[in-house]
């Protein structure tokens, strides 16, 4: 799927679901910056630190985010989605790129947050290694990546064309509109994509629903350049 064909196919997709969306964070979102027992994944000085928030959807996490302290930045990959974030959270700053082409500056955020959209390929080349990097050109020496990457138990992977190790090309989307997207998958033995990052802690959430399975992998990680 196109760069351009994504953003048209997601922008679709939030004009679809304009208000039905709620400002919860994901579990593991909520225990990775708040939790302090058994496992203390961060630090929690969060008051003043930047965060860019990749993949933001329709501001999902913002509130929460906010309410910790962070100045937060959203990236989303269609200029129509840009706008609606704009209206909704008056202030803030948001970007429209990918996360194989972040358009902000280097060494600039404290946290990256990439919540179920760091895995999302344009196409199969230049790969996944290409989007850690941005991640990590846009982060500070020392700055904290929290992010999630798919299982290969995910329904979503049902029937997709397996193209290299973990990564995937869909057939089946039960959201109806992402079939010949590549994602790339966390399997356990690839953790060569995530390059230079230290990983920290790392989680697995494994969730089945009648036969919908929700495989989940996720990540605290150090960029130390």
């Not at 969306?21 to 708040?34: A, K, Q």
């Not at 209206?87 to 060494?107: H, M, R, W, Y």
């Not at 999630?148 to 995910?154: A, C, P, V, Y």
């Not at 590549?182 to 230079?196: E, P």
């Amino acid at each position: 799927m196109s760069h351009q064909h994504a953003s048209d196919k997601w922008a679709s997709y939030y004009r679809a679901n304009q208000g039905k969306g709620n400002y919860f964070p994901e579990n593991f979102v909520h225990r990775v910056f708040s939790s302090s027992s058994p496992v203390q994944f961060l630090d929690h000085d969060y008051r003043g630190k930047s965060l860019l928030d990749l993949g933001c959807g329709h501001g999902r996490h913002i509130p929460y985010l906010q309410s910790l302290g962070f100045e937060v930045c959203g990236l989303e990959v269609s200029a129509e989605q840009v706008s609606q974030l704009q209206q909704q959270f008056p202030g803030l700053e948001f970007a429209e790129g990918v996360a194989a082409n972040i358009p902000l500056a280097d060494n600039h955020f404290d946290y990256l947050l990439a919540c179920n959209a760091i895995y999302y390929l344009d196409n199969a080349k230049p790969g996944f290694s290409h989007h850690i990097a941005e991640s990590r050109r846009v982060l500070k020496n020392g700055g904290k990546m929290i992010f999630s990457m798919l299982g290969e138990k995910h329904t979503i992977f049902n029937d997709a064309k397996q193209s290299g190790p973990g990564l995937y090309k869909i057939a089946k989307d039960f959201l109806g509109f992402r079939h010949d997207t590549y994602i790339q998958a966390y399997t356990g033995d690839n953790q060569q994509i995530f390059n230079a990052l230290e990983i920290k802690h790392q989680g697995e959430i494994i969730e089945t629903v009648d036969d919908t399975c929700r495989h989940l992998h996720y990540f605290v990680a150090v960029n130390n350049k």
